[in-house]
């Protein structure tokens, strides 16, 4: 059985802590979860928050999950969160990620 949206926006918010703001939304037949930051502003007057935009090619929750543990660690390191026990596991994947985009570029 599929969660629904709400669980799974549920399960993301809590997992992400304090800062975050998450929803999941559906795209044909993929979730896409975005998790913004309440306090990071990327562009001027203010509007437009920090946020980590990932749709399901591989799993969309590990994958915006691990930007944001990243976020966190960089931005917000005295920040308490559930998702920062996976820290260690989010840089090898980032690693990963971008190791294997060098090789397609090659």
């Excluded at 999950?65 to 931005?75: G, N, S, Y």
Aim: hydrophobic letters at 35%.
């Amino acid at each position: 059985m599929t969660a629904s949206i709400s669980a799974r926006i549920r399960k993301a918010s809590e997992s992400a802590g304090g800062l975050a703001e998450v929803t999941v939304q559906t795209k044909a037949d993929t979730f896409v979860y975005k998790i913004r930051c309440c306090e990071c502003v990327v562009r001027a007057e203010g509007r437009v928050h920090w946020s980590s935009y990932r749709k399901g090619e591989d799993n969309s929750f590990i994958a915006a999950i691990d930007r944001w543990v990243l976020h966190l660690a960089a931005k917000h390191p005295d920040e308490q969160a559930p998702c920062l026990e996976f820290a260690e596991e989010a840089t090898r994947r980032a690693v990963e990620r971008r190791e294997q985009r060098t090789s397609l570029q090659q």
